[in-house]
């Protein structure tokens, strides 16, 4: 079974990466987008998350690990949403903004870009490694 890789948005005032470091283990709920959400569904323990903070910063600033699947989100009265824990890795060396991935052609195909509203994107593994070359300057 291999590994996947997700990007994770979250408006770091609302809950940023220092918000999950303090916790140790936060609860990804509150995603009302389908293709979000099934993202969410189809993630498995072990899966890694770049943690994004949207809005302010507009950066990828940590690692996340999915330490919890399969969840139902707490705050759907319904039951019909997805939600998953996640635990911190790491933050980044150095936080890489979108304004660097929209430049570099390598992620011309990456969600972040294509599906910009997306809160739960998915992210290749060569993404993945793209960006963490990245990140390390």
């Known amino acids: 079974m291999s590994k996947h890789y997700w ?3 979250s408006e770091p005032d609302a809950y940023g ?4 470091v303090a916790e140790g283990e936060g609860t990804w709920d509150g995603v009302r987008n389908h293709r979000a959400a099934n993202n ?6 072990g899966d890694e998350a770049f943690f994004y903070h949207s809005n302010v910063g507009r950066e990828i600033v940590g690692i996340a690990t999915i ?11 319904e039951g019909k949403w997805a939600a998953v824990k996640v635990k911190p890795v790491r933050k ?4 890489v903004t979108l304004k660097q991935i929209k430049a570099d052609p390598e992620l011309a195909g990456i969600e972040l870009i294509k599906l910009s509203r997306l809160s739960v ?4 593994p060569e993404e993945w490694e793209h960006i963490l070359a990245m990140s390390e300057g």
């Open 92 to 95: 980044l060396a150095n936080p």
């Open 40 to 45: 969410l569904r189809t993630m498995e323990v």
């Open 7 to 9: 990007l994770m948005k």
């Open 17 to 20: 990466w220092d918000d999950l």
């Open 67 to 77: 330490s919890q699947a399969g969840l139902v989100d707490p705050t759907d009265p």
């Open 121 to 124: 994107a998915v992210i290749t």
